[in-house]
């Protein structure tokens, strides 16, 4: 292969700007305010129908009466009267049940609901506004479509009453030439990726972009090899050869998956119960350890098996990373890396795969990406953390890891795991793409640039509703005003 020749990615941005979004504070508020400038002009709602599988129809009427009830907007009837319209997808499902008293009949025992709604609001010319995606809280009995839909209600009118500021702006690409774009690597952002690059594609269809999720293992290797154009990447590490612009693009979350007969999405668990069961100390279900943090829960007196990754994995990385910041033991004898070498346990490739293999095997327990739970109704726990509260996934406990992982701008950031402050999720972490620092083929330089742009400024509200927290707006600004100057 001919050697390429340096041009304008050799980009040298100080780790204080890629990675500024640990520099100040994040509220939710501001988690939502990324797309207000345009969402605040709206003022009439279309609610099209939900799609998605069973209640799908529940979901919809009740986000109808809910919006109806809330006032701020105003319903209409049809998209031709409407300023913005709602999409999109929603599903319920029962997980288990629950009682405070186990010997309690089934009669009298609580359904757990596991489910999501996840919507866009988009404008007149078909443009994403706004997306978001929320679950049942955690003790969700009773009607569960009006606990969605009253969630994303209140969202959407924090979004639309958010702080004004000017919209990011991206500069013109039409214009570009034919080009392919191939890459690869996490997983954890891979959904998006997928729809990400179908939006870009849409608008630029002279630009193909295919993106394969074999893990961050395998993308950095087949980037180093110069087999794709770029890799994404969910973990910290900056010392590859060569050193590769690092472009941070959305924070996600691993969630314990697990499949135990009867037992809800209410699960809740330590650190020290989740370091002991994958050391392999805590083997039953059942174990005092388990019990104390689940009162009300019949846990079955069943061997708990253990499902990991198999393939060299950021997810991994962060699963991993976590545990060693909660346990010593872990730490000393397991470690935090990509492909580790697992005390216990079953291995499977991908989120896909662990997560299939959690749905197919009784009393398993595994870790997936947040949305991978959600897409195969898996039950998924809350993770004591350090502040003391079990906190279940969501976009707002993301965004609040962040906000609590402040380092001075002239240092790198640890990661985002087990971070300080309440209301923070424990597991969770930023995902990178990977960029070369030299492309010779004017076509694909002019591409990943556009894209790169794109996906800062207008790619960061479809984001939402797949269940990834947006980045702050200072960082998506300052890296965007670094790609400009090239």
Known sequence: MPKRAPIIFAVALPASVVFIALLSPLTARELLAQSAAELSQVKKLYVAPVGGGAGARELHASLVKQLRKAGHFQIVETPAQADGVIKGTGQLWITGYISVNPRASKSSRQSVYGGFLSVEVRGKGNEVLWSYLVTPNRFSGGNVADDLAGNLTKQLIAAQGGRKSPGLSIESSDGLDAATLHGAGATLPAPLYLKWFESFSEKHPSIQIQYDGVGSEEGLRLLTEEKVDFAGSDVLDTTSQPPFLRVPTVLGGVVPIYKVKNVGSNLRFTPEMLAGIYLGKIKKWNDPLIGASNNGIALPDADIV???????????????????????????????????????????????????????????????????????????????????????????????????????SSQLPTSITNAAGKGAYPIATFTWLLVPPQVDDPAKKAALLALLHWLLADGQKECSALGYAPLPRDLAERVLNSLRAR
């Open 306 to 408: 253990v499902i990991h990754r198999s393939d060299g994995s950021g997810t991994t990385y962060t699963w991993s990373d976590f545990l060693s910041k909660i346990s010593t033991d872990w730490k000393s004898t397991v470690g935090t890396a990509m492909t580790l070498t697992w005390p216990v346990g079953s291995g499977a490739e991908h989120n896909e795969g662990v997560a299939a293999l959690v749905q197919k095997t009784p009393n398993s327990i595994g870790y997936v990406e947040l949305v991978y739970a959600i897409q195969h109704q898996l039950s998924f726990g809350s993770v004591r953390n350090a502040s003391g509260e079990f906190i279940h996934a969501s976009l707002e406990s993301l965004a609040l890891a962040a906000r609590d992982a402040a380092v001075p």
